[in-house]
């Protein structure tokens, strides 16, 4: 069955510092993961998409199949990166498999 | 830009009356979808649709239906509200092409069962 798990509910790091938000999967097919962010008071927004192998305000992440991981990390965090993240698989047509969410604190 | 609107972003219903929460995307979009948000579970799939009168349940259909009439939009009910249905509910639509594939969120329903 395919699964996302995102073993941290709460990161707190000091501005600066770097950061790094796991993210495992389980998937019998060819997975397509993506990093979703909630900002306080926002709507929930794609942040990047592992097929485009983009960098979006600092935050970059690699697909290791071999790991079955998709770690978004960034070298220097900032304290507007504050924000809730959600690692999310697709599965079959449009559907998105989330995962239970990391809340990243940065600290001034 | 992309518009997500949900008809409401705070309700407060009692046990066991009907419950509706409107979704309406101004994008064409063909899928939309309908989840919950609860802390420590994340986004859970309720029901989704790829077309006009088209439904699919999702992971956690049991006490919800959906009804897609237009494209545009796509209604959660709640047959009877239970307490144990307090929750976040997010609405998101998306275009068929994989290449689009982005789901686009709406601001979310914070619905509260006494």
């Known amino acids: 069955a395919q699964r996302v798990t995102q073993p941290e509910k709460l990161l707190s790091v000091f501005k600066g510092a770097p950061v790094e938000l796991k993210c495992n999967y389980s998937y019998s097919g060819s997975p397509e993961l993506f990093w979703y962010v909630q900002y306080s008071r926002q709507r929930l927004q794609l942040l990047l998409r592992?097929?485009s192998r983009e960098s979006i305000k600092g935050f970059t992440a690699d697909l290791n199949k071999g790991e079955t991981s998709f770690h978004l990390k960034k070298p220097f965090a900032q304290e507007e990166d504050s924000a809730m993240y959600y690692c999310a698989l697709r599965t079959y047509g449009q559907n998105f498999v989330f995962g239970p969410g990391t809340r990243l604190s940065v600290l001034p | 830009d992309v518009k997500v609107t949900q008809s409401s972003r705070y309700l407060v219903k009692r046990t066991g009356e009907k419950v509706f929460l409107e979704c309406v995307q101004d994008m064409d979009h063909e899928n939309m979808f309908w989840y919950r948000q609860d802390p420590g579970l994340g986004l859970r799939l309720i029901y989704f649709s790829y077309d006009v009168k088209m439904k699919e349940k999702g992971d956690i259909p049991e006490g919800y239906s959906v009804s897609r009439e237009k494209k545009e939009r796509f209604s959660l009910i709640l047959e009877s509200a239970s307490t144990n249905q307090t929750s976040m509910y997010l609405c998101?639509?998306?275009?068929?092409?994989?290449?689009?594939?982005?789901?686009?969120f709406g601001p979310g329903t914070r619905l509260t069962v006494l």
């Open positions: 998101a639509s998306s275009y068929t092409l994989t290449s689009r594939d982005e789901q686009f």
């Open positions: 592992h097929i």
